[in-house]
């Protein structure tokens, strides 16, 4: 490294240590613009696949309510894809080559997705923990330092909360009526609960990117650090509802002031990473089948945009 970069990389890092934003016309290491890109497109990625599982469920909501609270949520999910596309695109990358990397399979996009629906308690779980658990890690990269992510993260968590409510009022209501209602709700716990743990990512000592994303303050708490507060907000919210979290190690613990909890199934969680879960061949065949089909709104949206171009164009000539 020349004496120049070096300079920049320390007045960098100043800017970092002293709590101001980074913006795009801003100098950074090469480094950092690349891990933005890795996990703005990974999170992106994720609000785009994660549609699929749920939208799976829009025509068999048990009525219209739940229907247009599903249905909002969906399109909220497809939005925030495309807040975050475009922070992505503030670093360098386009969006071709974004969704190029998604359909060809090269990205990655969080392991929970590649989890089947199998039943409406399932929605109703998905709310709950993971949009539970996407909000906590969210909350913290609303105060990411690169300004155009942090400032999608605002909104994003804005509708987050609510997606969060709606499942967990699908789960009140199925815990508060009959005994096979709430046997569903119940086994939806059982199978969501520890693919949602492992949303926060390895172990911090198993997670190569945690130790420079805090000295950037890409990342403002580890991976574990999160997963703790997932726990401890969300066991007091299973009692609520009556129902069981499948951990038998999981216990509060006075002196900590936090709950322990038993050992993650790495194994599994690597396995889905690597693109072997139970769902990841699906998720790819139906997300390059709805790119395929919606190929002519895209062709008709853009000469739509050249003809409004032209057409001001005339006018000012
Ligand atoms: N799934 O060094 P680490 C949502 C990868 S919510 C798959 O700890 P990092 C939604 C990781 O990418 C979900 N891969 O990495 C909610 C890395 O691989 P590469 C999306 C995972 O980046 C409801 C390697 O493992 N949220 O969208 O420091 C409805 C080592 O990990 C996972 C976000 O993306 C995983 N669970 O920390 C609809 C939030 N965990 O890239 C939609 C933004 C780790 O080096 N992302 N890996 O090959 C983050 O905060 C961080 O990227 C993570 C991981 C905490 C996820």
């Known amino acids: 490294m020349d004496n120049k970069t070096r300079d920049l990389e320390v007045e960098f890092q100043a800017r970092i240590d002293s709590g101001e934003n980074i913006e795009a016309k801003d100098w950074m290491p090469e480094k950092y613009r690349k891990t933005h890109i890795r996990q703005i497109s990974q999170h992106a990625h994720s609000e785009v696949i994660g549609m699929l599982p749920e939208g799976n469920w829009i025509t068999r909501a048990p009525s219209l309510r739940r229907k247009v609270a599903l249905l909002a949520k969906v399109q909220d999910e497809a939005g925030h894809g495309l807040y975050l596309y475009s922070a992505a695109e503030t670093l360098g990358i386009s969006r071709d080559q974004l969704m190029e990397q998604l359909n060809s399979g090269k990205a990655k996009y969080s392991s929970i997705f590649n ?17 539970g658990a996407a909000i906590i890690n969210q909350v913290m990269l609303t105060k990411t330092s690169y300004g155009p992510y942090a400032r999608a993260m605002v909104r994003i968590c804005k509708e987050e909360s609510f997606h969060q409510r709606q499942g967990y009022e699908i789960m009140l209501t199925l815990c508060n009526g009959t005994e096979v209602q709430k046997a569903m709700a119940q086994d939806a716990l059982n199978r969501w609960w ?49 129902l069981t979290v499948p951990d038998p190690d999981l216990k509060w613990n006075e002196k900590t002031g936090h709950y322990d909890f038993g050992e993650l199934d790495w194994e599994e969680f690597w396995n889905v990473v690597k693109g072997n879960g139970l769902c990841n061949k699906k998720r790819l065949a139906d997300r390059n089948k709805a790119w395929d089909e919606g190929a002519w709104v895209r062709e008709a949206a853009t000469v739509h945009a050249e003809k409004k171009a032209n057409r001001r164009l005339n006018k000012a000539v």
């Open 115 to 131: 989890y089947p629906t199998v039943t409406w308690a399932d929605i109703g779980a998905v709310g709950w923990l993971v949009d």
């Open 194 to 242: 520890w693919p949602s743990m492992m949303m926060f990512g390895p172990r911090d000592e198993d997670s190569p990117n945690t130790e420079q994303s805090m000295k950037w303050k890409i990342k403002k708490k580890t991976n574990d650090e999160l997963r703790q507060q997932f726990v401890d907000q969300t066991v007091p919210q299973a009692e609520i509802l009556g």
